[in-house]
Each structure stands twice: as C-alpha cells, then as structure tokens.
C-alpha cells in the first residue's frame, strides 16, 4: 500500500532519508521492517499475520485507526482507505 501523509515529523524523516534522529535509535530496524511490510501489503487483513506487533483497531473517537505496538510506550497508528488502497495519517505516538 502507498502510504499518502506522515504525521510525525521523525517518522517523516525516517521514512524519506532513512534518518534516524527523530526516533528512538534502538527501534529504527523494527520500525523498518514495519514500514517495508505496510508499504508491501495489499490488503489489511495481513496486519495481523505478525503476533508481536499485536495489530488491532482502535475504539471511541479513534475508531477506524489501526494500531501496530513498537515498544511499550510507543505504537504506529493510521488508517486505511481501502478505496484508494493507501495508508493515512501514519503516526508514531507514545500513549503512556
């Protein structure tokens, strides 16, 4: 899937320059593989193929947002149009 818009600005970076500094150094190489997968992924149903990333959507005022769990405090959250077959609003949050 494409993914159409970043909303954190190191993610950003990462994802364009494979620059680093704007994220936690120790993650870089799982958020890489997170990111290769979500651009090679055709439909969402193979988010949960990976255990360890316990994809899942979230509830209330966020519904609609999947979530992908990089470390405890920190998670990568979007939404897919499945019309355009994209990811937006791809974030890198820490919600502790």
Do not use: C
Not at 42 to 57: K, M
Request: proline share 4%.
């Amino acid at each position: 899937m494409k993914i159409r818009n970043v909303l954190h600005k190191g993610l950003l970076r990462f994802i364009e320059d494979d620059d680093p500094s704007g994220i936690q150094p120790a993650i870089a190489p799982k958020l890489r593989r997170i990111i290769s997968f979500l651009q090679d992924m055709e439909q969402e149903n193979e988010l949960r193929t990976i255990p360890s990333w316990r994809a899942h959507q979230l509830a209330g005022d966020r519904k609609g947002t999947w979530s992908l769990s990089i470390t405890k405090n920190w998670r990568l959250t979007f939404r897919i149009n499945q019309a355009m077959i994209e990811i937006i609003d791809l974030d890198y949050e820490d919600y502790h």
